[in-house]
């Protein structure tokens, strides 16, 4: 059983180099050739020639005073349309020597971003500050 094993290991191995040896082959593996993950403060740059599918969002926010209600969006464009998307944040803790509340989110999602355009967070307190904003994606350039 373990010549079989590794008799199946090799044979793996080498269709795997095949497969990076053919520049006509953009997936290896099961992944998108060009992965693309980034964190901003509060935007996040979509390289110029290449749309950006965003898989997975996470954003970062805080304000002030403690107990202040809070909303983020993140704003990008797909298709030359502007987009605001809703983000719902879960209240995360409390720093006291700053006295800022921190919300965060992190959310599954499916977006196409227009090559050259940026992606950011915005967050509006009826009744506060908003302070520093984070916002992280993940996702393939295609």
């Known amino acids: ?16 180099k095949a ?3 053919d520049k006509a082959t953009s997936v ?5 050739d060009e992965i693309f993950g980034e964190t901003g403060s509060p935007a996040i740059a979509v390289p110029a020639g290449k749309h950006l599918v965003v898989e997975t969002v996470s954003v970062q926010v805080d304000v002030t005073p403690p107990g202040t209600k809070i909303e983020a969006f993140i704003n990008y464009t797909c298709a030359g349309n502007n987009v605001l998307l809703f983000v719902p ?13 921190f919300h965060v989110a992190l959310q ?7 090559p050259g355009t940026s992606l950011f967070v915005t967050a509006y ?4 500050s908003p302070g520093t904003l984070f916002l992280t994606v993940s996702g393939y350039l295609i």
């Open 1 to 16: 059983m373990p010549k079989a094993t590794s008799a199946k290991a090799t044979k793996a191995a080498k269709a795997a």
């Open 19 to 21: 497969i990076k040896a």
């Open 89 to 101: 944040l879960t209240y995360a803790y409390t720093e006291p020597s700053t006295r800022f509340d």
């Open 125 to 128: 307190s009826p009744g506060g």
């Open 108 to 114: 599954a999602v499916r977006l196409y971003a227009d």
């Open 28 to 32: 290896v593996l099961g992944l998108p």
